[in-house]
Antibody, heavy 114, light 112 residues
């Protein structure tokens, strides 16, 4: 079964950091671009970042550039999102998804609040 | 950035009747490779989004054939031929022709 499972969400203070993880199974992870998408409470979807199969290219939406880092470990079939200098507006459910967004995880919730 | 407009934001529908969900782009979504990268997603309450259609009109495996996508350039439509109760949710369009990739605000479909 093709599956993505996120973890690492939680409560962080403004200015703090969190590292999200996404474990993949059921497909050849190293063959695919991977993506993080977020959804603020009661709001729509926002593309956050994506990363090429070998990790050599990463792209970020302007609102997280310089604060978030997407990475991957193909040997561990894992995708990561290192989030730092967190702001309240980063509060959202964070989904990992395959490059074509045909497979999504269940999401992990990040809350940034003092 | 490319802005995708979905209007209306709320669409009451009647069971068994057709529904059309429009998505308009602020610029052409035709890529230099000739493809048009416009994708449709469905998000039912409490669930992760589900891809329905890619490249304007290619329906994903397992998606009921009552869903269809059409359009070109800047104007696109997701059609449900006969709405069923399980179709209640929010429908998003996404463009991946131009970076940054952008989603539309979503159209909420519910039963009237």
């Amino acid at each position: 079964e093709v599956q993505l499972v996120e973890s690492g969400g939680g409560l962080a203070q403004p200015g703090g950091s969190l590292r999200l993880s996404c474990g993949a199974s059921g497909f050849i992870f190293s063959n695919y671009w991977m993506t993080w998408v977020r959804q603020a409470p009661g709001k729509g979807l926002e593309w956050v970042a994506n990363i090429k199969q070998d990790g050599s290219e990463q792209y970020y939406v302007d609102s997280v550039k310089g604060r978030f880092t997407i990475s991957r470990d193909n040997a561990k079939n894992s995708l990561y999102l290192q989030m730092s200098s967190l702001k309240p507006e980063d509060t959202a459910v964070y989904y990992c998804a395959s490059g074509g967004l045909d497979v999504w995880g269940q999401g992990t919730t990040v809350t940034v609040s003092s | 950035d490319v802005v995708l407009t979905q209007s209306p934001l709320s669409l009451p529908v009647t069971l068994g009747q057709p529904a059309s969900i429009p998505c308009r782009s602020s610029q052409s979504l035709v890529h230099s490779d000739g493809n048009t990268y416009l994708t449709w997603f469905q998000q039912t309450p409490g669930q992760s989004p589900r891809r329905l259609i890619q490249k304007v009109s290619i329906r994903d495996s397992g998606v009921p054939d009552r869903f269809s996508g059409s359009g070109s350039g800047t104007d696109f439509t997701l059609k449900i031929s006969r709405v069923e109760a399980e179709d209640v949710g929010v429908y998003y369009c996404l463009q991946t022709t131009h970076w940054p990739f952008t989603f539309g605000p979503g159209t909420k479909v519910d039963i009237e």
